[in-house]
């Protein structure tokens, strides 16, 4: 068995899974699979991933970055999803600053989004 071949799922815990339902199916255009057994809301990801959430009343935000998705074009991206509503971070920090909501790490440029729980949420593009 190797763990490289197995399909994988992100699992985010929100505090209001109809709230964030709405947010990751509207707001980010992830297409909804189903309501698992478990009644965690899982969405279909390119290839075999899955990202689910799952309800926690006492769910905290993580401190870094809980999922990052992987495009080809961040400003277009960027800009399609502020038209849903997404709001991006900026950052001006020594290690890390972004313009237009973009920051350039070299091999790839990121930018930073929350969920409505506050999750820390990523869309990366690799330049390499």
């Known amino acids: 068995m190797s763990l490289s071949n197995s399909p994988l799922t992100t699992m985010i815990p929100v505090t209001d899974a109809g709230r964030a ?3 990751y199916e509207d707001s ?3 297409p909804f699979r189903e309501q698992g057994p478990d009644g965690n809301f899982v969405f279909a990801l390119d290839g075999s991933g899955a990202l689910a959430l799952f309800s926690d009343p006492e769910a905290k ?4 970055t809980a999922a990052s998705f992987e495009v ?3 400003p277009k ?3 399609e999803l502020e038209g849903r509503g997404v709001v ?3 950052y001006d ?3 890390l600053k972004t313009t237009g909501h973009i920051c350039d790490l070299g091999s790839e440029k990121a930018a930073w989004f ?3 729980d506050g999750n820390i949420l990523c869309l990366h593009e690799n330049t390499a």
């Open 72 to 74: 080809k074009d961040i």
């Open 28 to 30: 980010l255009g992830l």
């Open 114 to 116: 929350k969920d409505p």
């Open 61 to 64: 935000p993580s401190p870094h």
């Open 88 to 90: 991006f971070e900026d």
């Open 21 to 23: 339902r709405k947010f």
């Open 77 to 79: 991206v960027i800009d």
């Open 93 to 95: 920090l020594p290690d």
